[in-house]
């Protein structure tokens, strides 16, 4: 049977949309701000339209009890260092430093007493960190931010941005950064929201606790075995844990994910103005 003038009409007119569709650039991608994703001259580009922050997060390979991965601090610091970057706008991300000193090997001690935990010496911790801080100043970056995610290296973080600040030339506004607000905002701050919210101290932890694995969810929930956490017995003190986790939950940790990135921002912006000549 001959089609009508009508449905042949249609029927072309489905098919150039079909084409049209097929044909139709794929919609832009947001830029990346992480410095191993672009290529070398993506990279040099970036630097010379303004892009002269460089951040480096700092994580941990540690045990986090049973309910949580050993690589929470490297997923959850490049995470928000990625968001920090993409509000300042003029940001880049370096690859995060995993190994880092976690306390005595033999015998061991601190974290080292649970399998998973990689403990590097302090001095080679610090020398890994200054040459990758002098590698993104020679390509250009005039701040570099070291965002510690956990607080047992917070002095070296320190010492190590005094020092590349006591080699930069006299005058010059180029510095290096320990951005103690990034923890502190995601430690004592955290803390005291929670606390507003009716959770007690003993709850809430140091390690993860509360506070620990509501981030951890927040940013990622594969990290968190939650049916794990739930069954964890009340008052237990042999498997790592500091507080109590099971009633963590994402909605928790975003309130404590957004005042971080918020406290970030604005502190590494302050810092910059206040190196202007």
């Not at 098919?15 to 830029?31: D, E, G, K, N």
């Not at 701040?143 to 006299?170: I, W």
């Not at 694995?213 to 498997?239: C, F, I």
Request: charged share 20%; glycine share 10%.
């Amino acid at each position: 049977m001959t089609s009508s003038p009508a449905r042949r009409a249609a029927a072309l007119l489905l098919s150039l949309s079909s084409m049209l569709l097929a044909t139709a650039p794929a919609r832009a991608a947001a830029p990346t701000v992480q410095l191993e994703d672009l290529s070398w001259t993506e990279l040099r580009e970036r630097i010379a339209a303004g892009s002269t922050t460089a951040l480096v997060p700092v994580g941990g390979t540690e045990q986090n009890g049973p309910h949580m991965v050993l690589g929470k601090h490297n997923v959850r610091v490049r995470w928000l260092a990625a968001r920090i970057a993409q509000q300042l706008g003029d940001a880049v991300v370096a690859p995060v430093l995993a190994y880092v000193p976690e306390g005595r090997i033999k015998p061991p001690a601190g974290h080292m007493r649970w399998p998973g935990t990689l403990s590097i010496p302090e001095p080679a911790f610090e020398a890994v960190l200054a040459g990758a801080a002098r590698s993104l100043q020679a390509h250009g970056f005039c701040h570099v931010f070291f965002l510690g995610d956990h607080g047992g290296y917070k002095a070296s973080l320190e010492r190590v941005a005094a020092a590349l600040n006591r080699e930069g030339a006299a005058g010059s506004r180029c510095r290096a950064h320990a951005l103690g607000e990034y923890y502190h905002a995601s430690q004592a701050d955290f803390e005291a929201l929670l606390k507003s919210r009716g959770h007690a101290a003993a709850e809430i932890g140091p390690h993860a606790g509360l506070a620990d694995t509501s981030l951890a969810l927040a940013v990622d929930p594969s990290l968190v075995r939650m049916e794990v956490a739930r069954a964890r017995p009340r008052g237990r003190v042999d498997d790592g844990v500091a507080g109590d986790p099971r009633a963590a939950t994402a909605e928790l940790g975003r309130l404590g994910i957004d005042h971080i990135v918020e406290v970030s921002v604005a502190a590494i912006r302050q810092r910059r103005l206040d190196t202007k000549p």
